[in-house]
């Protein structure tokens, strides 16, 4: 079966933020609606308010590959797995992680310090960062 690995992969998408318009334009702003995003037996009334919300596409957008509890965009956890076609949301734990690293590795941290925080071989952090590398990164 083999161990579980110890880093995140290198293409491990970064952690988003959630938008800040959300705060402060979404429907869900109101104190008094919000408890009813995160409870099942609530969801309906939580969908209604996203009905009427004017971010819910902006939304929706961040919480298809970034939230797997509550209702986001209109949609329950279900119908956001649904959505993403049944995948698996990466757990925010190995995107921070995988962000963590990727700043080390810019930061240019030893190779060794990197290995011993994250308790694997020097050679496993040289593979990481050049399959880091290898991968196609948009115009900046």
Not at 20 to 36: E, N, T, W
Not at 48 to 54: D, F, I, N, Q, T
């Amino acid at each position: 079966m083999g161990r579980p690995p110890a880093l995140p992969g290198p293409a491990t998408p970064p952690q988003e933020t959630v938008p800040p318009i959300l705060a402060v334009d979404g429907a869900c702003a109101d104190a008094r609606v919000g408890d009813v995003f995160f409870e099942e037996d609530t969801y309906a009334e939580a969908a209604a308010v996203c009905g009427r919300c004017p971010v819910q596409a902006i939304c929706l957008a961040y919480a298809l590959p970034n939230e797997s509890h509550g209702v986001w965009g209109g949609l329950t956890p279900e119908e956001r797995r649904t959505a993403r076609g049944g995948t698996a949301l990466l757990r925010i734990e190995d995107r921070r992680a995988a962000d963590d690293l990727r700043a080390a590795v810019a930061a240019q941290v030893p190779h060794e310090d990197l290995a011993a925080r994250y308790a694997v071989n020097v050679r496993t952090i040289e593979r990481w960062v050049a399959d880091q590398r290898a991968l196609p990164h948009p115009a900046a």
